[in-house]
């Protein structure tokens, strides 16, 4: 059974940065492509960031140029380094494969930008 906690998550001013991580119970990461999703109040979920099983990235173009996917398939852990964060920014964040599995959804990590 495959289960993904999200961490790193936090209150940060305008401008600010911080580095969300996804650890996998499992090797899933040479079977999927993985993503990071954000939901925000009122919003539907989105896809934010994707990493594909070669290392090809890709990422939604209001983060475009900010938000950086890596893995780290030793340590079984997506992350999402997050820089010049907006208000809009402000969700929760949550990683998931691409496509999304429903029964892999996590707990999300909240993101608050906020001065």
């Known amino acids: 059974q495959v289960q993904l906690v999200e961490s790193g998550g936090g209150l940060v001013q305008p401008g600010g940065s911080l580095r969300l991580s996804c650890a996998a119970s499992?090797?899933?990461?040479?079977?999927?492509?993985m993503g990071w999703y954000r939901q925000a109040p009122g919003k539907q979920r989105e896809l934010v960031a994707a990493?594909?099983?070669?290392?090809?990235?890709n990422y939604a173009d209001s983060v475009k140029g900010r938000f950086t996917i890596t893995r780290d398939s030793a340590k079984n852990t997506v992350y999402l380094q997050m820089n010049s964060l907006k208000p809009e920014d402000t969700a929760v964040y949550y990683c998931?494969?691409?496509?999304?599995?429903?029964?892999?959804w996590g707990q999300g990590t909240q993101v608050t930008v906020s001065s």
């Open positions: 998931n494969t691409l496509p999304p599995v429903s029964r892999y």
């Open positions: 499992g090797s899933i990461f040479s079977i999927y492509a």
């Open positions: 990493i594909t099983k070669g290392g090809s990235t």
